[in-house]
């Protein structure tokens, strides 16, 4: 080792230079610089998997911006993987980056990802991704210990015994007294590596029977690599590692002993690649084994030149403001005097974050959490994505959607966003088969962030949110081709021979037109066509049809031919017709609430295919409507669906007041069984049927003399449906019920006027007509530029703008 040229001093100890670090620190980031400047090695060694070397020089590319982690999965099953995340505050990054800048060779020491994803699930492994100790605290950080032995839990968090032995109740914050608020090049720049590898020394031999057999054969590993450095460089050689390694790095040991416990390891084929990564993934709260609590705070502390605190206070009160709070000069003035008062008070060296965020509730948020959450979320975790370079390794699949993401304008982000499509602009239309041919290979970088409705629109509305691993999704799906388009397709066809249910191969039709597939809609519609055939259960076909005629109406926006798909809708819709009868006599409860759903689905399917301008058989709507005659009339029908027949022919106009009412009063008379009459309303007047009762006395007259007939003894087992029933009304709708009720249905006028209930009325009211007549022709867009009519004017349109509007 050569003399600091700045700091006067020199590597005391012998051998190589031993440099343990906490994972994520920026305290040990900064001391690993520092060290390294001052002895000057001719090598740099970091833990981490050997296969990674040649993928070290992307470091210095001007394209790479931490956070990254290594990926490295299997060959043949990429869904076999692990990460080593790195931040640009991580002591392994800095390390790396102070070889690439002095030309000084750089490699990594830990035991190789194919033995590490070889071993498998093993106790206190792999975890989530993440091999098992990639972290100063080493090991299956912050799990719970679930009663093992305390050796056990030492060694899942030995920085947390120093701190409890240094007086502090949260590891955290003793690691930042100690290392994070130190300036680095201060003294001695080698005296905290010294006193923390005798500070884990001490712990490793308190608990030297707790020692994990896989720490040992990955200390083994990392010994025989440095001295495979020392042969090459000699002592002049810095090992950047997990503090909790470095006493057994330290430890002379035969090449025999080391090489024995690596002997007949499982070994599989593996690939690596640097991938982007997110400070939210580094954090505790995203189950990450080596997390921090607060990546976004740690960088700000790595990067912040000097003043921190009173650039993170200006940064809190920046977002603030974007959030419509009044927060000034002087609050940030404020808070900055705060967190330096609590530092002194509590006999921190530095106001740290538990300081800084009393401060900021205190003086920016007036004592509330919720600003302080969004505080949190924004700054203290943060939502930085990382970038890798083209020139990264990748699989052909993930080299696609690239292009993609690039041609189509759709960068990657951490934070989740709206995104807002209109499919008739190319651009939009291209994002949207992007995002639906991704979500049809696995990968859910996007998500619909409303249902689709049975009518079809040319929006669409996705939540968009990049995640770290679903770089392993895109690896994993690339076996279904290069492309995306490939991929996808060979996917889709796939899955339609796979499927198990028909429901199945229609919703997979479907996802083919999203996701604009027309070689896979082929074989989609042979597989389809076959299941179709062959389907004997209503239910199945009901829940078919109704994907498959929203498909149909795709064809118009997408520029897609759904042609074949009009025949094998009207032959679903066919055979629903003259099987619903018989498979609705009969059935229970449940079995009949079941059923009242499927009839409602295939209403509003029938009712779309009707308007879609495809081959589609005249007269298809009209026999619908004969059957859902057929299921009112029927005594054998549960009164639940019998009900519901009755209400969507009502709501189709295809009977009228008189008849349902005369339906009604057949299903509330005194032969019927109460508990068959209260489902009988349960189906007419559930799903928004109040208002019915209110405009249509009749109704609500036969109700209320079927209710107030029903005998005691029967009462209390209707109750809960009639319950459920008017519980679903809005309160407005209950409201005006009662006050009909307490009046006494049909007496004293028609409707609810009589009732004295605002807003209704024998005639229109024109003075509160007046009032509204503004509003309404603003929202109608019929008030044109220039002055309107005089007060107390009207015009010979207003009355019917006034009924329209209601």
Not at 172 to 193: L, M, N, S, T
Not at 246 to 252: D, F, G, K
Not at 665 to 690: H, K, M, N, R, Y
Request: charged share 25%; net charge negative.
């Amino acid at each position: 080792m050569t003399e600091a040229g700045t700091a006067g001093v020199r590597w005391p100890g012998t051998g190589p230079l031993l440099l343990g670090v906490r994972h994520h620190g920026p305290g040990s980031a900064r001391a690993v610089r520092a060290a390294l400047e001052a002895a000057r090695p001719r090598a740099v060694l970091v833990e981490g998997p050997p296969e990674a070397d040649a993928l070290i020089p992307l470091a210095a590319d001007e394209d790479m911006r931490p956070p990254v982690a290594l990926l490295a999965h299997a060959v043949d099953d990429p869904g076999r993987s692990a990460f080593w995340p790195l931040a640009g505050f991580s002591p392994e990054w800095v390390a790396l980056r102070w070889a690439l800048e002095h030309g000084v060779p750089a490699r990594f020491i830990d035991l190789p990802a194919a033995h590490m994803l070889a071993w498998g699930d093993e106790p206190d492994g792999q975890q989530d991704g993440q091999p098992d100790g990639h972290c100063a605290e080493e090991g299956a950080a912050q799990r719970p210990s679930g009663g093992r032995p305390p050796g056990a839990e030492v060694r899942a968090d030995p920085l947390a015994a120093l701190a409890e032995a240094a007086g502090y109740d949260d590891p955290e914050r003793w690691w930042e007294d100690v290392v994070e608020h130190r300036g680095a090049g201060k003294g001695d720049v080698f005296a905290p590596f010294l006193a923390l590898e005798e500070a884990m020394g001490a712990l490793r031999e308190a608990y030297e029977d707790e020692d994990h057999d896989r720490d040992l054969v990955r200390e083994a590993a990392m010994r025989l690599r440095v001295r495979a450095a020392r042969r090459e460089f000699g002592d002049a050689v810095a090992v950047v590692c997990g503090a909790w390694h470095v006493p057994a790095l330290r430890q002379r040991t035969t090449v025999a002993a080391d090489r024995a416990l690596l002997k007949g390891l499982p070994r599989i084929r593996t690939d690596m690649t640097w991938v982007p990564w997110t400070h939210r993934r580094l954090s505790r709260a995203s189950g990450y084994g080596a997390g921090i609590a607060s990546p976004g705070w740690y960088a700000h502390l790595f990067g912040a030149p000097d003043r921190p605190v009173e650039r993170w206070m200006t940064r809190v009160a920046g977002l603030l403001r974007e959030e419509d709070r009044i927060v000034s000069s002087a609050h940030v003035i404020e808070a900055v005097r705060l967190a330096g008062t609590l530092a002194a008070l509590r006999g921190r060296p530095l106001p740290g974050l538990s300081e800084t965020t009393d401060a900021v509730r205190a003086v920016m948020c007036d004592g509330s959490d919720v600003p302080l959450a969004l505080v949190h979320d924004r700054l203290v975790v943060g939502d930085v994505l990382g970038e890798v370079p083209q020139a990264a390794p990748a699989v052909p699949l993930q080299r696609d959607l690239t292009r993609l993401q690039r041609r189509l304008r759709l960068r990657p982000e951490a934070r989740e966003r709206q995104l807002e499509l209109d499919l008739r602009k190319e651009t939009d239309a291209g994002r949207s088969r992007l995002l639906h041919r991704l979500r049809l290979l696995g990968v859910g970088w996007g998500e619909p962030a409303v249902p689709r409705s049975g009518t079809g629109t040319f929006r669409e509305t996705w939540r968009l949110c990049w995640e770290p691993e679903l770089a392993v999704r895109v690896a994993e799906a690339g076996v279904w081709g290069t492309t995306v388009l490939a991929a996808a397709t060979a996917k889709a066809e796939a899955d339609a021979v796979a499927a198990r249910t028909l429901a199945e191969v229609t919703a997979l039709a479907e996802h083919c037109l999203l996701a604009g597939l027309p070689d896979a809609l082929p074989v989609v519609m042979r597989v389809l066509a076959d299941r179709a055939a062959l389907a004997a259960d209503v239910g199945h076909l009901a829940q078919a049809l109704p994907a498959l005629v929203r498909s149909l109406r795709y064809g118009d926006v997408r520029g897609t031919d759904t042609g074949a798909l009009a025949g094998v809708a009207a032959g679903l819709a066919e055979r629903i017709f003259v099987g619903l009868p018989p498979a609705c006599a009969a059935l229970d409860a449940d079995a009949a609430d079941e059923m009242r759903r499927h009839v409602e689905a295939v209403h509003g399917a029938v009712a779309l295919l009707g308007d879609t301008p495809a081959a589609v058989p005249e007269g298809l709507r009209a026999r619908w409507h004969g059957v859902l005659r057929g299921l009112a009339g029927r005594d054998t029908v549960p009164g639940l669906l019998r009900g519901r027949a009755v209400r969507l022919l009502l709501d189709d106009g295809e009977i009228g007041q008189e008849q349902a009412a005369r339906l009604m009063g057949l299903a509330l008379s005194p032969g019927t069984p109460p508990a068959d009459a209260a489902a009988w309303i349960e189906g007419f007047v559930g799903g928004g049927g109040g208002m019915l009762l209110v405009h249509d006395e009749r109704l609500l007259g036969l109700v209320d003399a079927w209710l107030t007939g029903v005998p005691g003894e029967a009462f209390t087992g209707v109750l809960p449906l009639l319950r459920r029933t008017f519980s679903a009304y809005e309160p407005g709708v209950r409201r005006t019920l009662g006050e009909l009720v307490r009046r006494g249905p049909g007496r004293g006028g028609t409707g609810a006027a009589a009732a004295g209930v605002p807003g209704f009325a024998e005639d229109l009211d024109r003075e509160r007509a007046d009032a509204v007549m503004p509003v309404v022709r603003l929202l109608l867009g019929l008030d044109a530029p220039g002055p309107g009519p005089a007060a107390g004017e009207r015009n010979d349109n207003d009355a019917g703008l006034v009924g329209a509007a209601g």
